[in-house]
């Protein structure tokens, strides 16, 4: 398999795959969700919007899963950059990790289950607007908290490939945005 300038092997199915799924899961939520909003499709289902929505955070759970463990055999499948090898970028990739948990769980306290999870789709609202952190340092703290630990996953694994998936992960999440307002 040729490498490119970039060290990444294109040609790799665990690379396309791990891309589909990057691409694939926010818009499965965000198609779901809304087709829920409009139909209330899985509310007849399930007879209840809170049973509703808990079944579809647990689509998003294991997807979201799923995705983490195809980048990761990805990164694995790829070639490691020895440059990247060095006690600064693994203190780096864990200093990125840090935040970008900090800020996917503040952002998962501040909202809560439902709030986290599409809950406004299926008619469950929060009383009001979250303005406490991270929300009031970022508008989407949990899409950027989300890059930021796979940027980190990236430095730790030495992977360029990593740092290419990462950087589709933001692209999607940023593209995804238009759609969520």
């Keep these: 398999m040729a490498v490119d300038e970039f060290g990444i092997i294109w040609s790799d199915k665990n690379l396309q795959f791990a891309m589909f799924c990057i691409i694939f899961n926010p818009i499965y939520w965000n198609v779901v969700a809304r087709l829920n909003y409009y139909t209330k499709f899985l509310e007849k289902i399930f007879e209840s919007k809170k049973i509703a929505c808990s079944v579809f955070a647990v689509t ?19 070639p490691a950059n020895p440059m990247f090898d060095s006690l600064i970028v693994h203190c780096l990739g864990w200093l990125l990790i840090a935040i970008g948990t900090s800020l996917v769980l503040s952002a998962f306290f501040a909202l809560g289950f439902y709030g986290c999870f599409l809950g406004d789709y299926f008619g469950i609202l929060l009383p009001e607007k979250v303005t406490a952190f991270p929300f009031n340092i970022f508008n989407n703290p949990m899409y950027f908290g989300s890059f930021l630990n796979f940027l980190g996953t990236s430095l730790l694994y030495n992977s360029e490939s990593g740092i290419f998936l990462s950087i589709l992960v933001a692209l999607v999440y940023s593209g995804m945005l238009i759609f969520e307002t």
């Design 60 to 78: 998003i759970i294991l997807l979201g899963f799923y995705r983490d463990w195809l980048f990761t055999i990805a990164m694995k499948s790829q």
